[in-house]
């Protein structure tokens, strides 16, 4: 009988064969920080710089002409004891919640339901994203041109409308903006769930049917729980979208009525570009960057993203 020890004894110079090195994970190692460089650079100067710029400049006064003059903390004195900044934050808040609450579940079904086999899913999915391709400024003029309380949709169906001044009220402008960021961005955040569905291993859902679980059981007990890490990312996608929408605002209810619907980022807008006060602008958009930051930490402090691990992460 031939030995392992009778093997190596018959190796030429009667040295041990060499084993092969083992590939896998073990064997990579990540890539230097110079393939992170270029990144880090177009970041430092297109978004570092740009923000220690406003930074600085919110503590001046400045009206865009001449140079700034430094007013210390007069700026963000004025913005503590101001009420439409108070009000415009809790209406960004607000425009966040109702966001996240009606894109979310529709995403989530329509991702899951694209990443199928469904006969004419494909042309159908090309259609939906749609609105996907076109600019927040067309769609606005689009909308403003259909909800037209004379011309539109609504003055063609007043009972069911009333006078079909829709942007005329807090509550029918704040439904109206909600509608239109949901009909424009629904698309995008279908074709993260679709991406994410489609990675799901098929063989779970196998063994889910062999155990008799039927569509709906699949759905929540397999799909859901397989979107969480995406959920996460979508819906932290969608705060700062929130805390950024400007155009739409703009185009729309132009703030109103009143301020109404004065969100913090248009507000930033009417300081430093109608009231050519760029410091208390800047102020403003410093408060931006810092709620911003903040519930998206808060977010993924909650749902415990930060502690997940996958054994697809990358190198």
């Not at 050519?276 to 930490?297: E, H, K, P, Y």
């Amino acid at each position: 009988m031939t030995t392992l020890a009778t093997r190596r004894q018959a190796a030429p110079g009667g040295s041990t064969p060499s084993r092969p090195a083992r590939s896998g994970a073990s064997s990579v190692g990540r890539p230097g920080f110079a393939w992170a460089l270029p990144a880090t650079i177009f970041f430092a100067l297109f978004a570092l710089v740009p923000l220690a710029a406003v930074a600085v400049l919110s503590f001046t006064s400045w009206s865009g002409l001449g140079d700034p003059e430094f007013v210390g903390l007069e700026n963000w004195e004025t913005l503590v004891s101001d009420p439409v900044m108070v009000k415009s934050l809790w209406l960004s808040l607000l425009f966040i919640v109702l966001g996240v609450v009606t894109q979310t579940p529709l995403s989530i079904l329509l991702g899951v339901w694209a990443a199928g086999n469904q006969r004419n899913r494909a042309v159908l999915s090309a259609i939906y994203f749609i609105p996907l391709l076109l600019s927040s400024a067309a769609i606005s003029v689009l909308w403003r041109a259909l909800l037209d309380p004379n011309f539109g949709i609504p003055g063609q169906l007043s009972w069911l409308f009333g006078d079909g001044n829709l942007l005329g009220t807090q509550s029918g402008a704040i439904g109206v903006l909600i509608f239109v960021g949901m009909w424009q961005f629904t698309p995008f955040h279908t074709l993260i769930y679709q991406g994410a569905a489609k990675g799901i291993p098929n063989v779970l859902y196998q063994a889910a049917s062999i155990d008799g679980a039927g569509m709906v059981r699949q759905f929540f007990s397999i799909t859901l729980p397989q979107l969480r890490n995406t959920a996460i990312t979508s819906i932290i996608l969608m705060v700062v979208g929130g805390l950024t929408t400007f155009e739409t605002v703009l185009i729309l209810t132009n703030g109103g009525p009143g301020t109404d619907t004065t969100i913090t980022a248009f507000y930033m807008y009417q300081e430093a570009f109608q009231s050519f006060d760029f410091g208390v602008g800047s102020a403003i958009a410093l408060v931006l960057v810092v709620v911003a930051t903040l519930i998206s930490l808060v977010v993924v402090k909650v749902s415990g993203y930060d502690k997940m691990n996958s054994s697809l992460e990358g190198l």
